[in-house]
Nanobody, 115 residues
Framework: VQLVESGGGLVQPGGSLRLSCAAS????????MSWYRQAPGKEREWVAG????????NYVDSVKGRFTISRDNAKNTLFLQMNSLKPEDTAVYYC?????????WGQGTQVTVSS
């Protein structure tokens, strides 16, 4: 069972990145999926979540209107499109899968927003 994030990097303020979270060893179609992030010296915070079929999404207020979470169950992959990035979005981004008492985390991908 594994979740592997990718797509992070260094971007200027106002830029965009698209994160991916590829699952293996289980099918994400049965799991609620979320993105979290952890900035240096801060606790890990929830960023966005998406329901099993993708019909319901929600976001932390600080990213509403800028980030979009989506999923492709056929490809067993979760995405986070991040637009209009700000320096305060700098963090390690993690994906999480939850189904009942089972939950899995990825290893994280670094996003740095800086000029």
């Amino acid at each position: 069972v594994q979740l592997v994030e990718s797509g992070g990097g260094l971007v200027q303020p106002g830029g965009s990145l698209r994160l991916s979270c590829a699952a293996s060893g289980f099918a994400i179609k049965r799991y609620d999926m979320s993105w979290y992030r952890q900035a240096p010296g801060k606790e890990r915070e929830w960023v966005a979540g998406i329901s099993i079929a993708g019909g319901f999404t929600n976001y932390v207020d600080s990213v509403k209107g800028r980030f979009t979470i989506s999923r492709d169950n056929a490809k067993n992959t979760l995405f986070l499109q991040m637009n209009s990035l700000k320096p305060e979005d700098t963090a390690v981004y993690y994906c999480k899968a939850v189904f009942g008492s089972s939950n899995y985390w990825g290893q994280g991908t670094q996003v740095t927003v800086s000029s």
